[in-house]
C-alpha cells in the first residue's frame, strides 16, 4: 500500500434529507395573533437537548397545526462568541501559590504549637 488516495472525480449529487419539523406551543391568547419568532443555531458546545416529545405528540393532531417557514439566515449581530473555556487555575494564577503559602503557614502555626507544648 503506497496510501497514494486520489481525489475521488463526482460528475453528480443528488441530497436527499428527511424533512424537519419545529413544534412550538403558543399561549391560547396568542393562537390567532401573528407571531414573529426567531430561531438560533450553530453552537457546537452546546449538548443535545432532550424533549419528551412522545407525550406532546400523543394529544396533538399535527394535522391541525400551523406550518412555519423560516426565512434566509441572518447573522445575529449582538451575538458575542464565548471566550475560551481557561481553567480556573490559568485565570487566576496566583490562588494556587497563595493557597499553598496559606496550608503551610497553618501547618506551621499547628506544629509551633505542638513543639511549644511539648517544652513546657
Known amino acids: 500500500m503506497d496510501e497514494d488516495n486520489e481525489p475521488v472525480k463526482i460528475n453528480s449529487l443528488k441530497v436527499r434529507t428527511h424533512p424537519v419539523r419545529l413544534l412550538v406551543k403558543l399561549p391560547s391568547s396568542l393562537e390567532k395573533t401573528p407571531v414573529e419568532l426567531t430561531a438560533y443555531w450553530g453552537n457546537e458546545r452546546i449538548e443535545a437537548p432532550s424533549y419528551d416529545v412522545g407525550r406532546l405528540l ?10 412555519f ?5 441572518v447573522k445575529n449581530s ?20 497563595l493557597g499553598l503559602a496559606a496550608a503551610v503557614a497553618i501547618i506551621a502555626l499547628l506544629l509551633y504549637r ?3 507544648q511539648v517544652n513546657y
Not at 58 to 67: A, E, M, T, Y
Not at 78 to 97: H, M, T, V
Open 58 to 67: 400523543g394529544s396533538l393532531d399535527i394535522d391541525d397545526c400551523p406550518v
Open 69 to 73: 417557514y423560516l426565512s434566509d439566515p
Open 78 to 97: 449582538s451575538y458575542k462568541a464565548p471566550g475560551p473555556d481557561i481553567p480556573w487555575s490559568e485565570r487566576y494564577p496566583f490562588l494556587l501559590p
Open 114 to 116: 505542638s513543639v511549644k
